[in-house]
């Protein structure tokens, strides 16, 4: 897949192994700022947002930046993650079926049938519903706080996972409780950076952005 790196930006908090932080006693804890992140997930209805990645590329000292939009909503598990400049690829994921569009090509694949789509359903769908805080097989994370921001790192567990990242960091919004901000750092020295904008919760999403045909 084009996006595969990317299209994990979803899964950045699914199975956490909290690791005890080591921040100022007046900070927030670890535990404490894992329970306002899962209360915040779990009631979410839905969110949008624009989004700009930032590609860079360690060897060629090079940048490579793309815009697009993404919708989520919670019932019926839906997510349409969508590039539109420079280049256009759209990924939607309804229920137990993925649509992949890039350029004219249209693929629709049933997650049931195919172990590496169920696997990425199935780790959205974990973060975005909180359900991540309780699985302890995929990342390893340390939370801590600086300037008022929440960022979480995490490491790997898994091999499958490691092929994608070395590391990640996720910039929450304190007052939110919202991911703001990825950096995916691949163990060749490239680092992919998305910064969420103008998000959105709870709001009215027509039902054909998620339409798979």
């Not at 939110?176 to 959105?200: A, P, Y």
Request: net charge neutral.
């Amino acid at each position: 897949m084009k996006n595969k790196l990317t299209l994990f930006f979803l899964c950045l908090l699914a199975g956490l192994n909290v690791v005890r932080s080591q921040d100022h006693p007046q900070a927030p804890s670890q535990e404490e700022i894992i329970a306002a992140i899962n209360r915040s997930a779990s009631m979410l209805r839905s969110l949008q947002c624009d989004f700009v990645q930032t590609k860079e590329l360690s060897l060629l000292q090079d940048r490579m930046v793309s815009r697009g939009v993404m919708y989520y909503r919670q019932e019926g598990g839906k997510l349409h993650w969508e590039y539109q400049t420079p280049y256009h690829y759209t990924f939607v994921l309804n229920g137990n079926r993925v649509m992949v569009r890039s350029g004219e090509r249209t693929d629709v694949i049933e997650t049931s049938g195919n172990r590496m789509f169920r696997e990425i359903a199935r780790i959205m769908m974990n973060s975005l519903t909180g359900k991540c805080l309780s699985d302890t097989s995929d990342f390893e994370v340390r939370i801590s706080t600086d300037a008022g921001r929440w960022i979480a790192e995490l490491t790997p567990r898994r091999r499958e996972m490691e092929q994608f990242f070395s590391r990640v960091r996720l910039h929450f919004d304190p007052d939110r409780q919202l991911v703001t901000r990825v950096e995916m750092i691949e163990k060749n020295g490239d680092r992919t950076v998305i910064d969420l904008k103008n998000l959105k919760t709870d709001a009215t999403i027509d039902e054909n952005v998620f339409a798979v045909d």
